[in-house]
């Protein structure tokens, strides 16, 4: 009778486990058919709306739509809506695989420096054009963007290896912020007025920069890192358990994070330095695909790149939408979806 009673209970786990699983690819599902939609979407809204039979023909027949509408779609807004999706994924990648490592909800590129590094460097290249000799002029901010992002990242896990304090860690994050910032805005105090202008709409974040090269190169990035982080996924949801806990697994930890850090580095450098300063995706997007999912990273990291390209998609939306006529930078949209959601974390973990 205890053997039967055995053999019915592992039964029912055995069919609970495959209900979650139904549950976890049914939410993969609808997440990446809602941002194919957005997609559509944000390609057919604008000044001039389309029809899903243009968007799609001006797509995948252009010989058959007139040459503004294909100008228009292919042109313009097709990588304006692809550099969104993006961006949503690497951003919201990052974060999820950030917050995992550090242990930390409210971890994000956008907390822990990344995002003021970024914008240090194209303070640097739009204020005084300083920048590496030989890039060309029209990719010297991205360029710099993507170096002082990258080299902050680096320079955190320079940090963590000495000290292996994962709180120290984020401490000294959130000192790059402030450094950064200071030192943002010591330029701005010296810029002249059109490169004042110019370097304030670029930290404002927005996909009007959004071209071919830009989303070949983001889009580059993305599929050579994704594969990477799933790959990881067992190992990062044992660190979940714990550091110790992890290590007794035969996990080194500190070569898994030193891994992560790499990948979080590419994709939010790339990021940022393409569309400017675009904050909150990275701490939203996760966050909410840990509601739908839990911590299994086998899905918590796909559905929280998802979650990402559905949030930053329909922001794109909503950027052209507010204002008729006017195309609002993107990160302030992002920013006042993103602000209400980091209060309520912040109060959360005060209750822990």
């Known amino acids: 009778m205890n053997q039967l009673e055995a053999i019915t209970s592992q039964a029912q786990l055995h069919s609970a486990y495959r209900s979650v699983l139904r549950k976890r690819l049914a939410i993969s599902l609808l997440l990446a058919v809602a941002v194919v939609c957005c997609l559509v979407a944000d390609i057919a809204l604008g000044t001039t709306a389309f029809s899903l039979g243009d968007v ?27 550099m969104a999706v993006l961006v949503g994924v690497a951003l919201s990648l990052a974060g999820a695989e950030m917050q995992t490592i550090l242990n930390n909800p409210l971890a994000s590129p956008f907390t822990l420096g990344v995002s003021s590094a970024a914008s240090l460097g194209a303070a640097l290249a739009i204020v005084l054009d300083l920048g590496i000799p030989g890039v060309p002029g029209s990719w010297l901010i991205t360029v710099n963007a993507f170096i002082f992002a990258f080299g902050s990242v680096l320079l ?41 202008q110019q370097l304030v709409f670029w930290s404002m974040g927005s ?17 050579l890192v994704l594969p990477s982080s799933v790959r990881a996924a067992w190992q990062m949801t044992t660190l979940r358990l714990g550091e110790e806990r992890a290590a007794t697994l035969g996990i080194d930890v500190a070569r898994l994070r030193f891994g992560a850090l790499l990948r979080i580095s590419l994709l939010a450098a790339t990021a940022v330095a393409f569309v400017g300063t675009i904050g909150f995706i990275g701490l939203v997007g996760p966050h909410i695909a840990r509601m739908l999912i839990g911590e299994d990273h086998r899905f918590y990291l796909p559905v929280s790149a998802l979650v990402g390209a559905l949030i930053m998609s329909l922001a794109a939306i909503v950027s052209k939408q507010l204002i008729p006529g006017v195309i609002l930078p993107v990160g302030i949209v992002t920013a006042l979806v993103g602000v209400p959601l980091f209060i309520s974390l912040i109060f959360k973990q005060g209750r822990k």
């Open 56 to 82: 799609v023909r001006a797509v995948f027949m252009p010989a058959s739509v007139d040459p503004d509408t294909q100008v228009i779609v292919r042109e313009l807004r097709l990588p304006f809506a692809l």
């Open 207 to 223: 996909l009007n920069r959004a071209s071919w090269p830009a989303v070949q190169t983001l889009g580059l990035v993305v599929l």
């Open 156 to 196: 955190l896990q320079a940090v963590a290896s000495m000290t292996g304090g994962v709180q120290t860690l984020v401490l000294f994050g959130i000192a790059l912020v402030f450094s950064f910032n200071a030192m943002v805005a010591l330029l701005q105090y010296l810029a002249s007025a059109d490169a004042l």
